[in-house]
């Protein structure tokens, strides 16, 4: 089957074909209405907390849907707000757009930011790895992080310098420069909550999402770098319709909130 992506042909909106849950109720990303959002003191009372371990940052890979920072969970936990149990991060990576109005998969009332990077956790309370995690409703959890154009941000820089490695699809190289996950959040922990899903395919229903409020600042020349990968191997032609197969846009359209309840803790 031709592999999905986010072109005309094998987009969004092509994805339930092969993929039926893509079609399903628990979808992600979703638009925030802020004004439906509930607060909750069960959140409150239990504050958010991570540890990660710079140096558990392996290797940078050109998934062909994007980079990925492929991270070894020992030693990193993430506890607290809705989760039950520890969740250990996995990977991390991110979404953007052909410009800087748009790329981010989740909205703020309809609004748009230029990026969004996402943080993968297991439960490791309940599930062996990530894989299997994924197959269950309580498995996963990524923490998301609106990005905004502003200044350069110093700790991605370390991701956009491999950028050039990893041009093509497949491509990987070694992060030797220990890229630290807890320098990548915002100041103000304040986050929305809601049961979702992957917003790739296999679009699996088991990911309990934490969208940071507060954007974090990215530089108009880091974009531009991750619209310089290429979503094709290096020596075949590019089969995307996309400008020659630069990877310029990889978020998926927001889905209905339908009856699922969004939480927020702190302001
Ligand atoms: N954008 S996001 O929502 O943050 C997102 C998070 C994790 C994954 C992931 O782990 N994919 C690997 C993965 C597969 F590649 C599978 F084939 C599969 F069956 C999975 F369950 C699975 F998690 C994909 C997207
Ligand atoms: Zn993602």
């Known amino acids: 089957a031709a592999e999905w992506g986010y072109t005309k042909r094998n987009g969004p909106f092509t994805w339930a074909k092969n993929y039926p849950t893509a079609a399903g109720i628990r979808q992600s990303p979703v638009d925030i209405d802020t004004a439906l959002a509930t607060s909750d003191s069960s959140l409150e009372s239990k504050p958010l907390r991570w540890k990660y371990v710079p140096q558990n940052t392996r290797t940078i890979v050109n998934s062909g849907h994007g980079w990925r920072v492929d991270v070894d969970s020992e030693g990193s936990e993430l506890v607290g707000g809705p989760l039950e149990g520890t969740y250990k991060l996995q990977q991390f990576h991110c979404h953007w757009g052909s410009s800087s109005d748009k790329g981010s998969e989740h909205t703020v009332d309809g609004q748009s930011y230029a990026a969004e990077l996402h943080l993968v956790h297991w439960n490791s309370s309940k599930y062996a790895d990530c894989g299997e995690a994924a197959d269950y409703p309580d498995g996963l959890t990524v923490l998301g992080v609106l990005l905004k154009v502003g200044a350069k941000n110093p700790e991605l820089q370390k ?14 190289t070694e992060v030797k420069e220990a890229i630290d996950p807890a320098k990548m959040l915002p100041k103000t922990l304040s986050y929305w909550t ?8 296999p679009c699996n229903e088991s990911v309990t999402w934490i969208l940071f409020k507060e954007p974090v600042e990215v530089s ?37 909130l339908g009856t699922r309840e969004l939480r927020e803790c702190g302001s």
Request: charge should be negative.
């Open 159 to 172: 991701v956009i310098d491999l950028i050039p490695s990893i041009s093509h699809r497949g491509e990987k």
């Open 194 to 201: 809601y049961l979702g899903s992957l917003t790739v395919p």
């Open 220 to 256: 108009e020349e880091q974009l531009a770098a991750f619209r310089s990968l290429r979503c094709y191997k290096r020596g075949e032609e590019c089969p995307c319709d996309e400008v020659d197969g630069l990877l310029i846009s990889n978020y998926r359209p927001t889905l209905p």
